[in-house]
């Protein structure tokens, strides 16, 4: 599991140092440890057109992921309708 660190901190159980601003790949338990305690952030597998399930159930719905959209706040008389 990836996670990237929000601060410095050191790591007594596995003796290693973490750097703020890094992403490093740890485990499970390890990942939640560091989210419970403020640590870091977890960053979700996801990639670009890979089918995802909704609601947790697999056969019903499938939707591919997306590449985010810049959305911009228009003005409503500059908008073309189509």
């Known amino acids: 599991m990836k996670v990237k660190i929000g ?11 973490y750097t703020e601003g890094k992403v490093e790949d740890v485990t499970k338990e390890t990942a ?15 990639r670009e057109g890979r089918p995802v399930n909704i609601n947790n159930n697999p056969i ?5 992921i997306e590449e985010s959209r810049k959305d911009k706040m228009m003005r409503k008389d500059t908008i073309k309708n189509k």
């Not at 410095?8 to 140092?17: A, E, G, S």
């Not at 989210?35 to 960053?43: C, D, F, G, P």
């Not at 019903?60 to 591919?64: D, L, N, P, T």
């Open 60 to 64: 019903k719905k499938k939707k591919a």
């Open 7 to 17: 601060r410095d901190f050191y790591d007594k159980k596995h003796d290693i140092v």
């Open 32 to 46: 939640l440890w560091m989210v419970r305690n403020s640590l870091a952030y977890i960053i979700p597998n996801v």
